[in-house]
């Protein structure tokens, strides 16, 4: 690949921004670079792209199965808890609610899971209380989790931008 001319092509598109064009003329204006320097075979890159889309798409249904084991591994631990001795489950609560310190690695994959537009819109009273607690102790905490000793934590698991969103949705 030509690197000159690809360094020119996107001064000529960041121009094209600038004097208004539309974002399909920029597009086009890309495209026609990547097929000259494809030799003709544009098609491969299509492919890539198709590539990409599927490792995104693998990385959601990962959140998504990652948030239901563990709620699943909650909820079985509730049940097996309240059955043998009920007494223990503000035990399990502190653990997971506990506002000084509650445990948000493993509420966020639930949290990012079922409610990944950082609301609790259309959720059943259950899922509002969750979310609430949720909020409560990521809010509290957020310093730790935006500027802090957790920082790197949640940029490693994907859960930096999430938590961002949460927290401009409810402060």
């Not at 959140?63 to 001795?85: F, P, R, V, W």
Request: aromatic share 14%.
């Amino acid at each position: 690949m030509n690197f000159r001319l690809l360094k020119e092509i996107v001064q000529r598109v960041e121009k094209m921004y600038e004097f208004g064009f539309s974002e399909k003329d920029q597009i086009i204006e890309l495209v026609k670079f990547l097929y000259d320097s494809s030799n003709g075979k544009l098609l491969e890159y299509f492919f890539i792209i198709d590539e990409i889309r599927r490792d995104e798409l693998k990385k959601e249904k990962q959140i998504l199965y990652g948030g239901l084991e563990d709620a699943m591994h909650n909820l079985s631990s509730y049940s097996s808890t309240l059955e043998k001795n009920p007494r223990k489950i503000k035990t399990l609560d502190k653990i997971l609610f506990d506002e000084s310190n509650g445990n948000i690695a493993f509420l966020i994959r639930i949290a990012k899971a079922y409610f990944p537009s950082g609301t609790y819109d259309g959720c059943s009273e259950k899922g509002i209380y969750f979310f609430n607690k949720f909020c409560k102790i990521l809010l509290r905490h957020k310093e730790q989790y935006l500027n802090g000793e957790s920082t790197e934590w949640a940029k490693q698991h994907d859960y930096y931008e999430y938590i961002k969103l949460v927290i401009k949705k409810h402060k």
